[in-house]
């Protein structure tokens, strides 16, 4: 059976109490975010609907907030948000006693800074030599480097035996149209080497429950019907198939350009079809946006 293409949101309201959404993508760029998308989320809840977002973000779940506040997305959109970030700074406060290293750019000190303020100052942070687990939370420069520039930093790991905590399962991300690496694509090539990867943003059920529990928690029940939302077939898809959730795929995200080849960047049935399966996930429908 083919996959239907909707027009917007409101074909699909009506059969669910509450909606996982994606951030990257599908609400923001990175640069603002995107007011039809808002909308959409915004008169969801308006009919009685439940919204969480979930982010693979590596940020701690209160500053993906501000981040979020500060790119216009309107709190009106959501009822509550959780990130990979959050769950990471979680695992870093259990191994209170042990050394970390920080592998990723200074922008993301919050989540380290964080964990010093949970663990009272006793938070340590170390170089790579003397550590007993890593934080991974992206490239550096993700503009200009990629996976392959870190080779004999993650050969350095996995002759140490060291684990490396992901703080963001993402692969890539768009950022105003142009595809960058994320933590996932080190964390992806640390597992080839042999190295252990802890990851609890998506695909994994980590996030999942944590999400799902801040919805019973506000409207005072389980959601019995849930709809996640995103542009990600092996994040967002994958990880709504595992925690048994429908999902409505977002075409114009980060696939965009293996399903809308040039030149005339029509939609490619066939790619689409061909991706679907190859992560095993089938969405109950699909739109190139997220609009009401």
Known sequence: MAIPQIDGLSQLADRYDAILCDVWGVLIDGRSHFPVAAEALEKFRARGGKVALVTNASRPSEEVRR?????GLPRAAYDDLVSAGQLTLEQMVARDGEACHHLGPPRD??????????????????????ADYVVCTGLIDERRETPDDYARTLERMRERGLPMLCANP???????????????????????????????????????????????????????????????????????????????????????????????????????????????????????????
Request: net charge negative.
């Open 170 to 292: 993402d692969i890539v991300v768009g950022i105003a149209g142009e595809l960058v690496y994320c933590a996932g694509a080190l964390a992806e090539r640390y597992a080839a080497l042999g190295g252990e990867v802890v990851m609890a943003g998506k695909p994994y059920l980590p996030i999942y429950a944590a999400a799902l529990g801040r919805i019973a928690a506000l409207a005072g029940e389980a959601p019995a019907r849930v709809l996640a939302i995103g542009d990600g077939v092996a994040t967002d898809l994958l990880g709504a198939s595992r925690a048994g959730l429908d999902s409505l795929f977002l075409t114009e995200g980060v696939h965009r350009d293996e399903l809308y080849p040039p030149p005339d960047r029509r939609l490619d049935a066939a790619a689409m079809g061909a991706l679907l399966a190859g992560a095993g996930v089938k969405p109950v429908a699909f739109a190139p946006f997220l609009v009401w």
């Open 67 to 71: 981040q979020l506040d500060g790119l």
């Open 109 to 130: 000190n919050g989540l380290f800074e964080a964990a010093d303020r949970l663990l009272s100052g006793k938070f340590r942070r170390v170089p790579l030599e003397d």
